[in-house]
């Protein structure tokens, strides 16, 4: 279970940190933020699909109702999930406040 939880919890922090990031870029001069979002969400899924892929509560619930996953695997998951959205919130304050000129 310790595997699911890191696939989750670094899957969905990469997401998320280039979801925050190239939205903020996007409002200033980036418009091709879709692109590296779509790019992001595509590497995650390759990387960690033989551990668990789902980067999203809503999905791995689906997954458990669908019984593709167990409720155990399910919340190890979700929790993974929420550390590593927190996590991808942190870096981008870390990045806003050292690097403001770079965003």
Not at 62 to 88: P, R, T, W
Request: proline content about 1%; overall charge positive; aromatic content about 16%.
């Amino acid at each position: 279970m310790i595997d699911v939880f890191f696939a989750e919890l670094i899957g969905t922090f990469m997401f998320l940190a280039v979801i925050i990031i190239s939205g903020h870029a996007t409002l200033k001069y980036d418009t091709m933020g879709w692109l590296k979002i779509g790019l992001a969400l595509s590497v995650a899924i390759l990387v960690f699909s033989k551990i668990s892929a789902c980067f999203n509560p809503a999905v791995s619930f689906m997954l458990y109702l669908n019984k593709d996953i167990s409720a155990v695997q399910m919340c190890v998951g979700i929790f993974g999930q929420i550390i590593g959205a927190v996590l991808a919130y942190f870096y981008y304050r870390y990045l806003k406040k050292n690097y403001s000129s770079l965003l």
